[in-house]
């Protein structure tokens, strides 16, 4: 049972959230889940799973090899990792995939894991995310070259403290990669004790603040403790919705550990200690202290020593010693003093001037009970003890010399840098540490036992050592009594990482000018007072100025105009309380020409320790004047450079006021647009607008709005005029249009007025009584005007082709004869006659130079012919009078048979009368001259239409046809 539970189990696994493939123990395709089957089959273009099942797991990769590159690993890499797993040598293994091959690239994430009964595989579509990554990358990257060189260290970090982006500086002091650190949540870092610190700072900063500087430790990844120092800002994603931070701090690890070495040394030293105030006052006590004397540390802290220790007590009390030491004065002397209960012992006290930046802040006094000299020289031996412990452990290499250079000590460190020259006692200094046979020239050592100073060095470590470079510092050893100099302490500290580290900062530093001189941008460097420190290439590019005219002078002087420099100011003030600035300006080259600006300007540390400004300036002269271009067209009509209907509703807003009436609109239309557009195209309609808009113009006063209401329609506004004086406008608009043509076509409008008088009269029923007077003008004299166009056009296809008057006439008497044979009424006769006089109107957008062509035509050209009958049909179809034979003109070249154009109708399918008179046109074209052909005699006519009953002509029409003409 419990081996089929384990089978059942393992076959369960194919229902995993994945593409899941399972192998059974011969490493063959065993199962494979629906996901995998569709995404596999998709990028092999299969069907089925039967080319996959059963496959070996080494065919499987032989085919993803196919589509596939392997990142980190070669394909035979990664075939022994896998195969380490079926074999059961390895319990997991994982690798991300990216089917580069195909038309788009596919990253997948794969696992391989061992079981008892086999190996499963598991795949994830990660395309999205490294998409996304890749993107993150790129943007990251400008950001990422201006903090990576920064000393502190930055971090930013997810509210699970998951780091999603560490610079150099952070990732250097935590001993790892940069990529290894990002999605490690850095709270792994902090001891257990600290970790309520982060915690406690991000919940307080959640809502968007930043924090105070705090402190907490971190253990890197070398294992070393560190102390750091940061402050963390709270940021939210607008785009993502999420809440991250970011965070600023440096190593403060030497500084705590000097701390605390004082600290150590002030509790466990063996001597009573008291630090106290400028004033002589109790600031703090050591342990010893309290035990010596019997108070308690919180009852005594601000008494005046002497009052506590001394009672006030005549002869004893001896003031003086203090204000020696407040003057800053060293005493050392032994006295009588007295603990909680009056009991009096004998101390040795050293009393030492606590002194910062060269002013008294206070006092350390150290007192020994030399009451008892057997109890002193236990107490002297174990402090010795202590102080050599601690020798011993510092990392620091400690030499202890006699004024003969003799070496006297050395603490195990450099015991272990120096192994090879041991014993080192006795020895001197230069023979051990330098292998020389006589004293190093500018010697640190010499230079402390003749001035009494301490003094410094660096010097050079042992050839082949890994202490390559060592900082030395000597402190002269003084006799108290006799103030002589006994020796020297020699303080050795191995630099060669530091050293390592400033060649790198070197190399970064070239890195950054690189940066800075070929970065697109524009950027300066500026002092606090302005002045220009260094340019860029692409700076004097954008300004126009000469390099050597920036550098050297202020901006002051060359970039910043005039009535802009008390802002210049403030801003660089700004900038320099730790305020990034951000924002667009104007200014013009020395040529005059206008350029715009976008900087962000940062305060900088410069090389001289000054503050100075990082400007960084973005040319965005060409977004600017687009952004004008598209304002420009938000209230400009593109065609005719009107003002377009949202101005007109805003203006028209604006003027509907007592101080503009009498206000007057005029609305117009232009006659026959769509007759005009469906005949010549719609670049001519175009043209036809553009004309009217300048008639507008030319006539309209400077206060007047003139716009385009959008189609063929414009209104204008006219503050401040009455009904008389709209009239002479109108009058003018009117007369001008007369005498704009397009096309041999007039300028022919409709035009309505209306005037607000009164301010309780709403605007909108104006506008509305001013659309109805322009319609009803429409209705009065546009029909004429598209008749007028319509004769026009006739006119234009007898000059341009072969359909002269007299072929029109000569079509309607023998369609008024054939009509009459036919027996048709007056409506169709009419019709007939009509449609004889104008079938053939749409060869007017024919060119003239395919209708007078007098040989063959070729296949383009053929078929810009056939297109005249549905061009034909849109002309009469804009015309009322014309439109009742629309239809037949659009069918007067279809054929009995079917296979004319251009519907391809096909016997009675065709309208009578187009049937009709496609007879006698065929009749009339072959019995006259044309240009691509001479006319045949009437006889020969007839025997053709006759031969081509019945395919190209009806046949009970062409019957009575031929039946008529003979």
């Known amino acids: ?102 038309e788009e690239n596919i990253y997948l994430s794969m696992k391989i894991k061992s079981f008892t009964e086999g190996s ?135 500084e705590k550990l000097k701390t605390k070495f004082a600290e150590a040394l002030f509790e466990n030293s063996s001597s009573a200690i008291v630090m106290l105030n400028n004033k002589h006052q109790i600031m703090k006590v050591n342990k010893i202290f309290e035990k010596k004397f019997g108070f308690k540390s919180e009852e005594i802290i601000g008494v005046n020593l002497d009052d506590l220790l001394e009672k006030n007590k005549s002869g004893i009390s001896d003031r003086a010693l203090s204000e020696k030491v407040i003057s800053g004065e060293k005493v050392i002397t032994k006295a009588i003093r007295y603990d909680s209960s009056g009991k009096a012992r004998k101390f040795l006290i050293k009393a030492i001037p606590i002194k910062i930046e060269g002013d008294i802040k206070g006092v350390y006094v150290i007192y020994d009970d030399i009451s008892k000299q057997e109890k002193t020289r236990k107490e002297l031996e174990d402090t010795k003890k202590e102080l050599e412990s601690i020798l011993e452990s510092i990392e620091d290499g400690i030499s202890v010399l006699n004024s003969d250079l003799t070496i006297n000590y050395t603490n195990p460190k450099m015991q272990q840098w120096y192994a090879e020259n041991r014993p080192l006692k006795g020895k001197k200094c230069y023979e051990v540490y330098h292998n020389s046979h006589q004293p190093c020239d500018n010697c640190p050592t010499i230079r402390s036992l003749k001035s009494g100073n301490v003094e ?48 790198k900062l070197k190399i970064r530093e070239e890195q950054y000018r690189k ?279 006739l006119e234009t296809l007898g000059a341009k082709s072969n359909e002269s008057r007299e072929h029109a006439e000569r079509m309607a008497e023998l369609a008024l004869k054939l009509g009459e044979e036919l027996n048709l009424n007056n409506e169709d006769l009419k019709n007939l006659i009509l449609l004889a006089t104008i079938h053939d109107i749409g060869k007017v957008t024919i060119p003239e130079k395919i209708l007078k062509k007098t040989e063959k035509l070729n296949k383009k050209e053929w078929e810009e012919i056939k297109t005249h009958p549905e061009k034909g049909y849109r002309i009469a179809q804009a015309t009322d009078e014309f439109s009742v034979i629309a239809k037949l003109i659009l069918h007067h070249h279809e054929r009995w048979d079917g296979t004319g154009y251009p519907g391809g109708l096909k016997g009675k399918e065709i309208p009578l009368l187009a049937r009709i008179i496609t007879i006698i046109d065929a009749y009339d074209v072959m019995t006259n001259d044309r240009s691509y052909q001479k006319s045949i005699s009437k006889k020969e006519a007839l025997a053709e239409i006759k031969r081509c009953s019945g395919t190209q002509f009806d046949p009970e029409l062409s019957k009575t046809f031929l039946s008529m003409m003979l």
Not at 463 to 488: A, C, F, H, M, R
């Open 1 to 102: 049972m419990k081996k089929i539970s384990k089978q059942k189990a393992w076959h369960n696994l194919i229902n995993l959230p994945f593409m899941v493939i399972l192998l059974n123990e011969k490493g063959d395709i065993e199962a494979i889940n629906k996901d995998c089957s569709t995404f596999l089959n998709k990028i092999y273009n299969k069907n089925s799973l039967d080319w996959i099942l059963n496959l070996s797991a080494e065919d499987f990769l032989l085919k993803l090899k196919v589509v596939s590159s392997f990142n980190s690993h070669n394909f035979d890499i990664f075939n022994s990792e896998f195969k380490k797993v079926l074999n059961k040598e390895k319990d997991l293994f994982k690798a991300e995939v990216i089917l580069d091959k195909l």
């Open 120 to 254: 499963l595989i598991i795949f994830e579509d990660i395309t999205q995310r490294k998409e996304a990554e890749l993107l993150l990358k790129k943007e990251k990257n400008s950001y990422l070259n201006l903090i990576n060189g920064q000393k502190e260290m930055v971090c930013r970090f997810e509210e699970d403290t998951s780091l999603s982006f560490v610079n150099d500086s952070y990732a250097e002091n935590i001993g790892m990669a940069k990529e290894e650190l990002i999605g490690k949540k850095f709270i792994e870092f902090v001891p257990y004790e600290d970790k309520e610190i982060i915690y406690n700072i991000l919940s307080k900063i959640k809502k968007g603040d930043f924090s105070e500087e705090y402190e907490h430790k971190v253990i890197n990844n070398k294992g070393e403790l560190r102390y750091h120092k940061w402050k963390d800002y709270s940021l939210f994603n607008k785009e993502s919705q999420k809440r991250f931070f970011q965070a600023v701090g440096r190593d403060i690890t030497q």
């Open 456 to 503: 410094s060095e660096i010097v050079r470590g042992l050839n082949g050592k890994s202490q390559k470079y060592l900082e030395l510092y000597t402190y002269p050893i003084i006799n108290d009594d006799s103030g002589e100099i006994e020796g020297v302490v020699e303080f050795v500290r191995d630099i060669t990482q530091k050293k390592q580290l400033e060649n």
């Open 515 to 793: 940066i800075f001189h070929k970065s697109p941008i524009g950027m300066m460097l500026e002092d606090s007072e302005g002045n220009i420190l260094e340019v860029n290439d692409s700076l004097y590019e954008v300004t126009g100025f000469k390099k050597q005219e920036l550098e050297g002078s202020s901006i002051f002087d060359k970039l910043v105009p005039p009535d802009h420099q008390q802002t210049a100011r403030e801003n660089i003030e700004t900038i320099l309380n730790n305020e990034e600035f951000e924002f667009i300006t104007e200014n013009r080259k020395p040529n005059g020409e206008a350029y715009h600006l976008k900087l962000k300007e940062t305060k900088i540390s410069l090389a001289d320790q000054k503050e100075g400004i990082l400007s960084m300036q973005l040319d965005i002269t060409d977004i600017i004047n687009k952004e004008k271009k598209l304002e420009y067209l938000s209230y400009h009509d593109d065609l005719t450079g009107l003002y377009n209907r949202n101005f007109f509703e805003e203006e028209l807003q604006r003027l509907d006021t007592k101080r503009q009436l009498p206000l007057t609109l005029i609305l117009v239309d232009a006659n026959g647009l769509k007759l005009i557009n469906d005949t010549y195209g719609h670049s001519t309609g175009d043209q036809f607008l553009i004309k009217i808009a300048e008639v507008l113009n030319s006539v309209m006063r400077e206060e007047d709005i003139i716009a385009r209401l959008g189609g063929d329609e414009f209104v204008v506004i006219l503050p401040k005029t009455d009904e008389k004086d709209a009239q002479q406008i109108v009058n003018r608009i009117l007369a001008t249009s007369r005498e704009k043509y397009i096309e041999d076509v007039n300028l022919s409008i409709g035009i309505g007025t209306a005037v607000k008088t009164d301010c309780n009269q709403d605007i909108y029923d104006i506008l509305n009584q001013a659309d109805k007077k322009m319609y009803q003008d429409k209705l009065t004299n546009g029909r004429s005007e598209k008749n007028k166009l319509i004769q026009n056009l």
